[in-house]
């Protein structure tokens, strides 16, 4: 519930970079811009033909992008973000999206969620996205109706039609559409189109909820959703930036880091810090994983997806 920016900086191999998919040439890069302006275009006329929409917002790349260009398109009166807050929602993030819907004069709904009240989510099955998704859904299409709204929207790109989401299902079952998808934006081009706006979240790193840290089959509880938080948080406040996933395994926690930085953690200070902050979020063991930060790697672990 909003692509890298392609950067303005050229190198001696005369290449730029776009945020997490790697380098293209300066003529790519040139191609690109029309073709995101063009996707641009239509996803700005398929909002255009809406009196308004409510959007499922979480303040991340994809969700925020949308709602600006959909305030954009249809004025303050012709938006309403929503934003879903329970356990499974780091505080921080919460709280950025809140500042960024001020900011950006969009407004704003917060609503609580109960995912956790749902046995079946609670018992972390491989479609657990499934059941958080239709809980957050049934509560925002009777808010939808209260609101006079007959649209509602999510943050879904088209790169994350090809990848293992099950929590797609429940929005498709009750109606919500995907603009982003729709017009065939990518993540990259996203956040090209964010940085172009200003938009501080261009260059944010994705952010999943902490239950994705849990290992399918471990039962998803308020306290090692907060002991992910709290390890998380620690990690942050070490300077650590970029991709960052505390997986919770019992009493172990394996780090995932971006590759680029791994030897710079391994080093016996830093490793020493970083294993102290870990253990003060409540966790005995603490394992850098040398593979570095996978999206999704549960997924792959658990046999999901191949790896």
Known sequence: MG????GREGTALNTVRV?????VSRMETA???????????QLAAWLGERRSVL???SGGVDSTYLAVVAREVLGRDGVVAVLGRSASVPAAQSESARAVAVER??????????????ARYAANPVNRCYFCKSTLWETLVPLARELGIETIVDGTNADDVAEYR?????GTERGVHSPLALAGLTKAEIRALSRARGLSTWSQPSAPCLASRIPYGTVVTSERLAQVERAEDQLRELGISG??????HGDLARIELDSAIIAEWLQPLNASRLVAAVRAAGF??????LRGFRSGSLNVLEGVVAA
Do not use: F, M, W
């Open 3 to 6: 692509g890298g920016a392609q």
């Open 19 to 23: 945020c997490g998919v790697g380098y």
């Open 31 to 41: 191609a690109l811009d029309e073709t995101t302006s063009l996707k641009e275009s």
């Open 55 to 57: 959007i499922g917002y």
């Open 105 to 118: 004069d969009i407004a704003l709904r917060v609503v609580e969620t109960s995912e956790l009240s749902d």
């Open 166 to 170: 099950p929590g797609a299902q429940a």
């Open 243 to 248: 991709n960052l996933r505390v997986r919770h």
């Open 284 to 289: 005995a063991r603490v394992a850098i994983d």
